[in-house]
């Protein structure tokens, strides 16, 4: 799948990868940086733990 679709190297989420205090280091300094040069910030947080829980597996299958 990673061929197909390529991961962002900060991609925490369905992979493999120690915890998330790296992408939150990383937060920190962006929010610091847009307050010290007086810019405006935009940050989303989507928490889609349960997005695919109704969906029939074989659907997804398809799909991918």
Do not use: M
Request: charged share 25%.
């Amino acid at each position: 799948l990673t061929r197909a679709c390529p991961i962002d190297p900060r991609q925490r989420g369905f992979i493999c990868a120690t915890g998330c205090s790296e992408n939150l280091k990383l937060l920190q300094l962006v929010i610091k940086h847009a307050k010290s040069e007086h810019r405006e910030l935009g940050v989303v947080f989507a928490d889609i733990a349960k997005a695919f829980d109704t969906i029939c597996h074989q659907h997804i299958i398809r799909g991918l």
